[in-house]
């Protein structure tokens, strides 16, 4: 019997390939002994598998050789992608396949870290695992993609309401009482105890739940939580239970993103395709101002007044690059006429009063509408704060360039740049809410005088 030609094996690979099952899963690469070459993910397994069969299949210098040692092809299938994900992680650190070298081995990967012995532990993407702060955290990883690791902590937040914020929280601070938690707390996405809204069993084992999670599908998960609420609501443990009734709900509706985004949030709908993906945008404009930590919630201000009369300021909120309406605010301006500086001063000092004394986060980008005497005017007020914002930027109208704290010239964009189109969306918001009060108020004044 002729032995198998390299074509004749491709092309049966790229059959087989082009046959998987049509869901998310892991894929195994394995050798002429069944030994494993390389493990990958797919948000849909005959699409990502036979890419690496088709005649113009560059795999790049590390990986291309695998063609010629690849026998056969194994799945698992998965329940979401973000399942996927920590599937290849574990499949990576446990087999140790050759083609996945860097990724055992590069520090540069992201891991996921749970400060399991802090009082109130976080959660945390790091590419640093062994940094002092998570000497005694629990590792998972390493991953190959860190904005799908920060896509599936979001995600994952919204069922366990972990904590993913610096604070160093103890239980028996006297300043939780008057700390206002964060708007992550506001959508369900935290506990919140920074300001005592949880109590640390509770916390604990929301927690614990996490790590399972990680651990195991989450089919696997949801019949544990379900055997746990009915002994919960048959023991009379019904706050319990119902804490248990709504992660099961969460986790089975993880994967509705759009659809459940839109029904919890009150998002506006002729802001919700601004920039296609919103989260898109967000790493955009992270990646534009050097930042850390990925942009969750983005706050911009902006001034209204005609010939200095009914002067008012705005504040828009957004979450996860979407409006947010909960987070609005509105201030009527007094003492500043029509000195934009002065009442970007004032607004700021008024917004933000709570969060500079340190009872309250600030968000991770404040952007004021206006140029760079505008940001100038901002920064002098935050200055006059006992703490600071990570963060403060303007954008200017017409040239739509992006003055950035500490920096001496501005940025320019390209018009099609998600992170400028996420950064105008929210600033022409700001916009509309401001004319909108002030248009109120001269109404108001108007029907008054007559």
């Not at 018009?415 to 700001?430: F, H, K, P, S, T």
């Amino acid at each position: 019997m002729s032995e198998e030609s390299r074509s004749d094996r491709l092309r049966r690979l790229s059959e087989k390939a082009r046959g998987l099952p049509r869901v998310p899963g892991v894929y195994l690469m394995k050798d002429a002994g069944g030994g494993v070459l390389y493990v990958g993910k797919a948000s849909c397994l005959p699409d990502r598998v036979s890419s690496y069969f088709v005649p113009s299949a560059d795999l790049g210098a590390r990986k291309q050789p695998m063609l010629d040692l690849i026998e056969d092809i194994e799945v698992l299938e998965c329940e979401a992608e973000w399942e996927a994900l920590l599937l290849e992680s574990r499949l990576v650190k446990d087999i140790h396949p050759r083609f996945n070298e860097l990724l055992r081995d590069d520090k540069s990967f992201p891991y996921l870290a749970v400060t399991v012995r802090d009082e109130f532990p976080g959660v945390y993407v790091t590419r640093n695992p062994a940094h002092e702060r998570f000497e005694h955290a629990r590792i998972f990883g390493p991953f190959t993609s860190v904005s799908a690791l920060r896509t599936a902590v979001t995600l994952m937040q919204r069922v366990f309401q972990y904590r993913t914020c610096e604070l160093d929280i103890r239980a028996d601070d006297p300043a939780n009482r008057r700390f206002r938690p964060c708007l992550l707390h506001s959508i369900g996405q935290c506990t919140a105890p920074c300001a005592n809204r949880v109590g640390k069993e509770r916390y604990r084992k929301d927690i614990d739940r996490f790590l399972r999670f990680l651990g195991s599908k989450r089919s696997v998960l949801v019949r544990e939580l379900q055997g746990e609420m009915e002994k919960a609501a048959a023991e009379r443990r019904f706050e319990d239970a119902a804490v248990l009734r709504d992660q099961i709900h969460a986790l089975g509706k993880l994967d509705d993103r759009e659809t459940r985004i839109g029904e919890e949030y009150d998002w506006q709908p002729e802001l919700t395709v601004f920039a296609g993906d919103p989260l898109v945008g967000t790493r955009s404009l992270q990646r534009t101002l050097g930042l850390d930590r990925p942009i969750r919630c983005m706050e911009a201000i902006d001034i209204a007044h005609l010939g200095g009369s009914e002067t008012v300021a705005s504040k828009v909120c957004f979450i996860d690059g979407r409006p947010f309406k909960d987070g609005y605010r509105r201030y009527r301006i007094e003492t500043a006429g029509n000195d934009d500086y002065r009442s970007i001063r004032e607004a700021v000092s008024r917004r933000y009063r709570e969060a500079g004394s340190g009872e309250e986060l600030f968000p991770d980008v404040i952007l004021i509408d206006g140029g760079l005497g505008q940001l100038h005017a901002a920064l002098e007020a935050f200055a006059e704060l006992s703490a600071q914002p990570p963060m403060v930027i303007s954008l200017a109208k017409k040239e739509e360039l992006i003055y950035v704290q500490r920096e001496s010239e501005p940025i320019r964009l390209a018009r099609n740049n998600a992170g400028l189109r996420l950064c105008q969306a929210i600033r022409d918001e700001a916009h509309r809410f401001a004319q909108r009060y002030h248009h109120i108020l001269r109404r108001k004044r108007t029907i008054e005088g007559g």
